[in-house]
């Protein structure tokens, strides 16, 4: 069973009434509830940016296999401490995946060591055209070659990313720019998955296609082991073989 | 030409003998000495902890193409706000070539994303034998397949780097360790270099496949523009195409 | 269940008294008997080189899943038909687990597009030492960071594949060399891995280490549906979106 | 000076009125006088499928540093043997840009080992917009972040290839479809470059950023050396090294 801890910084749905219409209960409500409907989905928590703190504890963040991150706007109060847990987390195993504009969120900067929030972007309910590059990948199982969204922000190239050790998803948007909207890396034992879509004022989180793939992602990003720590021994380690010259 | 800056530590040869011996003007005063017979090598400037806030400025990064990076006991030392200038400049197209120890660096760590210190190691003045597997790269132009290093410390995997762009080099050593001891990576518009050779009580930088490796991934790194600030429009862009639905 | 095709030349096995001794039902029957013991792996078929123009029939492989190739000396005596339904097959996305001399097989150069018989080797019963340097990643589940053979074929860099996606295993040789004994790469819909493990005159497919990789494998190169075709359309497709300009 | 070879099919010049119009002398002639303009190229010859049997000889081979290959309808047509000679070079060093539907062509499809053919089409002159996505790369050098092609064939994923090593260009289409225009790997020794634009009956090889881009790829795709060939000792190497145990 894997246990997911999803984070949302769950300030748009209290503050903006056009976003509180789409997620009265939050973005992290409506992630819980397509996730728990899957039966290798254990124990899901949630942390939001008002109680981070306590809930992105370090027992909490041991017990948890994979990390979902939706932030936006307030990503420069995410506390540093609790940053610091998570990447530890991701480098001992834990999955990690970033949703939208988590692009930008202070545990992905870190772990990508890049401008991952430097893109293109427009605000224009632009329709966006996804499409699959990786038929035979888990993150990918049960989708078609292409699925659209109505309507979502414009993120556009270049995208200052590291080269992806896989990419997913490319994303065409009706204003000319294109994405890469699905990418993998792997960081220390931690798997990380960024997908692309869901901005707050769109029902995104309610399409079928998007909880596929984000369910699937969970899954993917699950370690073989819960803590997968690598051991090189401790300071100076003897030798293992002998040899003569 | 190509503006070149050397940072080193440069404690070790100040307190201990041994390495006095060896390097009795520093580190950087041997690479310097090398690089500066290479016609495409301009300015050569040289940083030490000691006066690294200085030396190391906004100015001096600006007109710098490649940075080369020793250091070893105080990295904790290098001021945080220096290893902000180097990762800026590194983003924006600065060339970093990383030696040695400089793998458990400030400014490695934070480009990687990942605990880049951790690896195997032994101080126990093994042969090193390094292998070649890039024949047609910049890096190992004018090498050969394999080179000895007749006393290196030894470093082993698994070593916490991200996967390499490109691997150029692994390395075996006598005690029955290997590691990948050329790997490059892209962060940013910047290009890295890692280079595993060089422990400070052995006189390996005076060796010609060594001084080689250095020269050619100095000029490998060297950006194509001395900076590569990728344009993405300011705020919301206006859409460059229009469509209908 | 996953349905699985072991090919092994079984030529050593019968003409050589040294092989016969160590595998006298041939490489494949060890292979067989060892996966046969996962419960996640259904029908076990193998083929020969005596009889593979048959059993690797079309049918056949359009019913397996994840194919095994261990071939040496007869390469080029595998009928082209043969394995040209074989590379159809993984890029229609079933899974190839190359062993050890395979790495000259045809169907192997064939999927690579290079020179992948390039290697040092050496027939010297020399340790080799191999290094898991992919903690969390399915096909080490269960290994150490290291474990030993006590003789193999020697095998060294450089090794003419194309950078490999991942690389999971490298091998450390008691007489130098150094190898990427363990790769993987994605090709169409399919997975490939290469591992170097497994001279004929060795008993090292009777090693735990060594089925535990193989048995991984077989799992990891396992497709998501057991056709995976991606659906282009077909000739001149309509388009999807229609704008003004 | 790097000694270049275009490759170009040379029927559509020939029998289509539309494409003669746009390339009277054909699309190698055009190639040709731009990439002659720059001081770093020396010898440029031509060969097409009617002669490609003499003008692709071992010798002819031997002495070209990069290969330009456009073939569209043809491919079939292309001996088998001058194939080899081509495919063998490129492991020696030699550099190959790969131009439009030469995606589909014996050369790169063997290289590749992929069904590079596949991928959604249209001729239908749609508008397409390439976008920059490697600012400090040798092949995007003078370029800015995002230009277009006023008429081109329409390409889109998913694209049958292998994991490129650096993805350059992706395009967006009027249509709806976006691709990896502009990829490069290493085969062997060889560097290869594909670049998506260039349909025939368009004059897209008289736009000044293709030009570009196929003068820097040209540069980028030549060799350290004409002749790069890995020395991996004959047959069973001796041990470099010597251990006890």
């Given at each position: 069973m894997i246990n997911v801890m999803i984070y949302n910084e769950f300030v748009h749905e209290l503050k903006d009434e056009k976003v509180k219409a789409v997620y009265p209960d939050g973005i992290h409500s409506v992630i819980k509830s397509f996730l728990e409907k899957d039966s290798s989905i254990g124990k899901i928590r949630c942390a939001v940016l008002e109680d981070h703190r306590q809930t992105l504890s370090k027992e909490a963040l041991d017990d948890t296999d994979v990390l979902v991150w939706w932030g936006h706007m307030r990503h420069q109060e995410v506390d540093d401490e609790a940053v610091a847990r998570v990447c530890r987390r991701v480098l001992d195993g834990m999955g990690l995946v970033v949703l939208h504009s988590g692009h930008a969120s202070k545990p992905f900067k870190a772990l990508m060591g890049t401008d991952t929030h430097l893109l293109r972007w427009r605000e224009a309910g632009e329709k966006v055209r996804l499409w699959n590059?990786?038929?035979?990948h888990p993150i990918t199982r049960g989708l078609s070659e292409t699925f659209t969204i109505p309507h979502d922000e414009t993120y556009g190239e270049p995208f200052g990313i590291p080269n992806p050790d896989e990419l997913i998803f490319l994303s065409w948007f009706q204003g000319g720019e294109v994405f890469r909207s699905g990418c993998t890396w792997r960081r220390g034992e931690g798997k990380v998955f960024y997908f692309q879509s869901g901005h707050e004022t769109f029902p995104i989180y309610y399409q079928n296609e998007v909880q596929l793939v984000i369910t699937n992602a969970v899954k993917w990003a699950c370690p073989v082991e819960r803590h997968c720590v690598a051991d090189r021994?401790?300071?100076n380690t003897p030798a293992l073989e002998q040899i003569r010259n």
């Open positions: 590059i990786a038929k035979n021994g401790k300071g």
